[in-house]
């Protein structure tokens, strides 16, 4: 049996990968601060939980893992220009650090998960040969962890970057902040879709099922296809103009659940705006994705009618991890003796003052 080390397992993407590498018959060692809940994984017999920081992985958690999938990250852009620091030394320094300790333990595979933001703004449609545009720390530092862990491949240990478009779609750590599905919560909840101005930008997206289907496709795909390479991952056909895309996104809850949507406007005009061309993941994995928008909303739709999922402060990335830091320092301030009100009571001590009495 073979065994995938996955960081960031408890996240958007790395909640839906797990199950999948459990049920074709991987071991996963599921790695994570798990600032979302470590419930949001199912249990399982070859499943192992291991909550660390990956700024702090020792040597000997690789050992006898076949394959790395290296998810984690702060992972947007706002949280990213909040907790600058942090994002560098996570989303750029981990990952170089973990893919270097992953090739001396003998792990065959290493597989970064970038992102088509660091394409940043472009007029011409970009492919993975074009000249980058990162705009934000986010999108800096996956451009910087890029191309600090493609020089390591080599026969022994093959590495490929994929660059997801923005991800959406069912995920047991639902978030809302990611384009499609906050639109989706906005319009459904209010009958008013927030879209962010001027709606001419153009954004790829991808289904988080899509997604992480790519990520199991290069544990066995042939390495003289992916060894050092990068793909982008999405589809033409996904390439969408956010006003386009407001309007499928309205019609398609319209149509689910007879509410009107009206569209509102928010924020400053958009600068990122970027069309990706996916021709060489079609053209040398033959991959293309199985989902589009409308089919993404709808799945929303449904487990939001359902009472399966809500908006949740820990559903927006950014409030989360501002929420975390919030109660870290008023919790730190208070607490005594080990607790708030629950406290370590050091019985002898208690028994002599009641005999002085
Ligand atoms: N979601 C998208 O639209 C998208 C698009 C392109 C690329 N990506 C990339 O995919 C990866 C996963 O994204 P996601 O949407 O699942 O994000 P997420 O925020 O849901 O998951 C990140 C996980 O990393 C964990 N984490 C953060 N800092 C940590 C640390 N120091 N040590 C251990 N664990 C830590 C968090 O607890 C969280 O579970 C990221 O690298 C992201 O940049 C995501």
Redesign the pocket.
Known sequence: METVLV??A?????TVLVPKLLEKGYKVKA??????GKEKLPYHENLEIIQ????KLSENLFENVDYVID?????NDPSGELFNEATWQ??YE?RVRTANIAKRNGVKRYIL?????IYGFQEAIVDETSPTNPLTTYAKA?EKAEQEVLPLADKDFVVTVIR?S??FGYSP?M?FD?AINGMTYGAWKTGKLPLMRDGTQYRPMVHVQDTTDVMILLLNDEEEKINGEIFNVGADHLNYQICNLGKIVAETIEKETGKEIEIEWYGDPDHRSYRVSFKKIREILGWEPKWDAKAGVKEIVNKLEGGEIDKTTETI?LNWYKELEKWFNIIEELKMYGGILNIDINKEEIKTFDKKI
Request: net charge positive.
């Open positions: 960081t960031g408890g996240g958007y993407i790395g790695v994570d601060r798990y600032f979302f660390e920081d990956t700024r998810l984690v990250a702060i992972s996570i989303n981990s998960p970038s992102s088509c933001s996956n997801q923005t991800v750590r978030r990611l990335t």
